[in-house]
């Protein structure tokens, strides 16, 4: 079965080739999928998608005439997707919904140690021989009250890991988990996270009603000097709301893996060019912010695992059978 990959890069190509063993006919497109790259696929009952490819009604509609039936995404975000759309048109879709929860809650946990030791600024110094300390005061996260908004696979793991740390944990979530109410974290609402937390996680997904969770109003009641970190998608900050607390300093430091805009940036090399979208330019140069580009997932285990699954999700499809990742539309 033929099967169209967009937004590859090598080491999507490397692990896609290693699960798949030749049973399917991979083509590997490096470009992402937007209404010109769709045309690609014609005659692709398959078409394979990262996070930033473009799953639209009229790139939907192209891709059905086009011939294809099945979209298997290799990530487990599906904001990208209009379901209303790949329902109407009869579209299989398959995910990856867990493939490694890990790679991303040690991430944000690392983003955090970085943030409250000054790690990075650090690291910039002392490659100038620059060892002063001037400036690279840091704070204990043992003790700090961590809010968590979102407690499913990687939230769940986050709150753990932060209560070995000594962290107090409250989290907030449609669905309460009493496993972690046992470990001791206490759930309590948003606005009590956003007036009393010390540290704030985000670990929900991109929907409706965490569009801009983090906005002006947010912000207002948020603890002076609160770090705030998002792993979860770029739309649950309100960017440029985040970059007004920042400069008030109510925001006291930032890090983020995923940014609103990033589609047009994230997974390439911008370095010799001039950044035309002011609100990433501006957030790239607070000395409290980190920003990284997507790559909270970005572990052998966690590409060797969305191989996998991606591949059995094509395989059950090609075999008429119902892909371990399908999604009820
Ligand atoms: P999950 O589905 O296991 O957990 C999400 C949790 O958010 C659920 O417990 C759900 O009840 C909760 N939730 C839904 N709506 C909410 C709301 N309005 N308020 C509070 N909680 C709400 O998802 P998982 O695997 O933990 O992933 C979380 C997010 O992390 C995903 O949405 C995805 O976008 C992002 N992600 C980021 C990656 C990266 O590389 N930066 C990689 C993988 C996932």
Known sequence: MKVAVFSTKPYDRLFLEEANQDQLELSFFESRLDSLTCML???????????NDRLNANILLRLFDGKTRMLALRCAGFNNVDF???????????????????????????????????????YVRTREANFSLDGLLGYNICDRLVGIIGTGKIGFLTAKTLLGFGCSVWAQDVVENPELTKLGVQYVSQNEIFKNCDIISL??????????????????ILKNGVMLVNTSRGGLIDTEAVIE???SGKIGSLAIDVYEEEANFFFEDYSDRVIQDDALARILNFPNVIVTGHQAFF???????????TIDNIIAFRDGQTPPGNMPL
């Open 299 to 309: 572990t052998e285990e966690a590409m060797r695992a969305i191989a996998k699954q």
């Open 41 to 51: 696929a014609q005659d692709y009952p398959v078409v394979c998608t990262f996070v």
């Open 203 to 220: 670990h929900c997904p991109f929907t409706t009603d965490t569009h801009h969770l983090i906005r002006r109003e947010t912000i207002e």
């Open 84 to 122: 209303y759309a790949a329902k109407n048109l009869g579209f299989i879709v398959a995910r990856v919904p867990a493939y490694s929860p890990v790679s991303i809650s040690e991430y944000t946990i690392g983003l955090i140690l970085a943030l409250a030791r000054k790690i990075c600024k650090a």
């Open 245 to 247: 607390g920042l400069k």
